[in-house]
């Protein structure tokens, strides 16, 4: 049995239900654990997000970054998001 849960993630496996790369078939971690952790990541400014938007003028927080999390095999790109700087990445998939 496999779950789709986004373009290069699923659920597979069972009973120990595993996060999976659908590209390359490399397993991240448990389903019941937050796959970024597992990731490998890279952190860049703000303005690597969109730098055609950015406006040189504008204040920019030192302490928000842009994250991409990818495939630790295969490098894939799974997901991007925006937080605080050295806090925890968010948990946006989480299965019960």
């Given at each position: 049995m496999t779950l789709?849960?986004?373009?290069?993630?699923q659920i597979t496996g069972y009973p120990e239900?595993?996060?999976q790369c659908k590209k390359c078939s490399h397993y991240i971690c448990s389903?019941?654990?937050n796959?970024?952790?597992?990731?490998?990541?890279?952190?860049?400014?703000?303005?690597?997000?969109?730098?055609?938007?950015?406006?040189?003028r504008q204040y920019v927080d030192e302490d928000i970054?842009?994250?991409?999390?990818?495939?630790?095999?295969?490098?894939?790109?799974f997901e991007t998001e925006i937080n605080v700087k050295g806090a925890a990445p968010i948990w946006d998939i989480k299965l019960v």
């Open positions: 789709e849960i986004s373009e290069y993630l239900k595993k996060i389903a019941d654990e796959y970024k952790i597992f990731s490998a990541m890279k952190e860049d400014s703000i303005k690597s997000a969109n730098p055609q938007n950015y406006d040189s970054v842009f994250r991409q999390f990818y495939c630790p095999n295969c490098a894939v790109l």
